[in-house]
T-cell receptor, first 114, second 111 residues
Framework: DADVTQTPRNRITKTGKRIMLECSQT?????MYWYRQDPGLGLRLIYYSFDVKDINKGEISDGYSVSRQAQAKFSLSLESAIPNQTALYFC?????????????FGPGTRLTVL | AQRVTQPEKLLSVFKGAPVELKCNYS??????LFWYVQYSRQRLQLLLR??SRESIKGFTADLNKGETSFHLKKPFAQEEDSAMYYC?????????????FGQGTRLTINP
């Protein structure tokens, strides 16, 4: 089955460390997204990419950067992790069409910054 | 501003009772609305979308443009409905089509 995968699934790191979260998809979708989920705040968009040469900031991009290495891969980096970046991170993909703008989510990466 | 509001962070009902999860939105154009669900230890997945006017797992949601609402309803709750539910709006925001999520409602069905 076509899928969205994320690695690692869990990560504990220390303040100041550089961290990369990776997302891969076999859905053939052009659009990819990174969100973070925090209790009481829902999902907030960090970055999104509509094709390999397109990168856009979302509502909370400060402290993050991304790389779209290929249509199927979209990585999120924390250059210098801080404790308030502790959260659950989700990657998503979409391919808008007749079914609307549904997004398909990966399983999430739980990141803890000590 | 484009916004999705879910006024209840937590909702607890008994098995067999009716359930209504509230969602209100603000958007200047014609919105496309969704309900996503996240079961324990599972990824976020689409439950239903307003353009399909479908019933999934006994849930329905009607878009009320006058009240700018998209409440999720089920007449008889089941224990397996316990999950986190997110209302989301897809709209053209700052030149691009994006999803905006509400804060989420954690639904607990008591036996």
């Amino acid at each position: 089955d076509a899928d969205v995968t994320q690695t690692p699934r869990n990560r504990i790191t220390k303040t100041g460390k550089r961290i990369m979260l990776e997302c891969s998809q076999t859905k053939g979708h052009d659009r990819m997204y990174w969100y973070r989920q925090d209790p009481g705040l829902g999902l907030r968009l960090i970055y999104y990419s509509f094709d390999v040469k397109d990168i856009n900031k979302g509502e909370i991009s400060d402290g993050y950067s991304v790389s779209r290495q290929a249509q199927a891969k979209f990585s999120l980096s924390l250059e210098s992790a801080i404790p308030n970046q502790t959260a659950l991170y989700f990657c998503a993909t979409s391919a808008p069409g007749l079914a609307g703008h549904e997004q398909f989510f990966g399983p999430g990466t739980r990141l803890t910054v000590l | 501003a484009q916004r999705v509001t879910q006024p209840e962070k937590l909702l607890s009902v008994f098995k067999g009772a009716p359930v209504e999860l509230k969602c209100n939105y603000s958007y200047s154009g014609s919105p496309e609305l969704f309900w996503y669900v996240q079961y324990s230890r599972q990824r976020l997945q689409l439950l239903l979308r307003h353009i399909s006017r479908e019933s999934i797992k006994g849930f329905t949601a009607d878009l009320n443009k006058g009240e700018t609402s998209f409440h999720l309803k089920k007449p008889f709750a089941q224990e397996e409905d316990s999950a986190m539910y997110y209302c989301a709006l897809s709209g053209r925001l700052q030149g691009a089509q994006k999803l905006v999520f509400g804060q989420g409602t954690r639904l607990t069905i008591n036996p």
